[in-house]
């Protein structure tokens, strides 16, 4: 088992094109055994102390092995959408980690 967090940086006016893409992604983590455990969108009152830039969202997302994680980003369906990742997100922060 692999987690995914994952802090997404969206250019500012590229919400709806963002939520596009997520509407496609977020269904196809299923196909690959993978499970999306949180997605939140941070406000200024949740955070207590921070040394980075406020994300437009956070993702935590589980799967049952690497090569699943890998079959997900080759996802050809996904793949034809990617455009729409790239005019709408700013940058990306990606860990991964496994349970302690």
């Known amino acids: 088992m692999i987690f995914i967090t994952q ?3 969206v250019i500012e006016g590229q919400e709806a ?3 596009q893409f997520e509407s496609i992604a977020i269904p196809t983590i299923l196909k690959y055994n993978g499970r999306l455990l949180l997605r ?3 406000d200024d009152q949740a955070i207590i102390e ?3 830039d406020k ?3 956070i993702h ?3 799967f049952d092995s690497e090569q699943d994680f890998k079959n997900f980003t080759q996802d ?3 793949k034809k959408f990617l455009h729409l990742k790239e005019q709408s997100i700013k940058a990306s ?3 991964q980690g496994t349970r302690l």
Request: aromatic share 12%; hydrophobic share 45%; glycine share 0%.
């Open 17 to 19: 094109v963002f939520d």
């Open 55 to 57: 994300p437009y969202e």
């Open 50 to 52: 921070r040394h980075i």
């Open 60 to 62: 935590l997302v589980e």
């Open 76 to 78: 050809e369906e996904r």
């Open 40 to 42: 939140v969108r941070p």
């Open 7 to 9: 802090l997404i940086y």
């Open 93 to 95: 922060v990606l860990v």
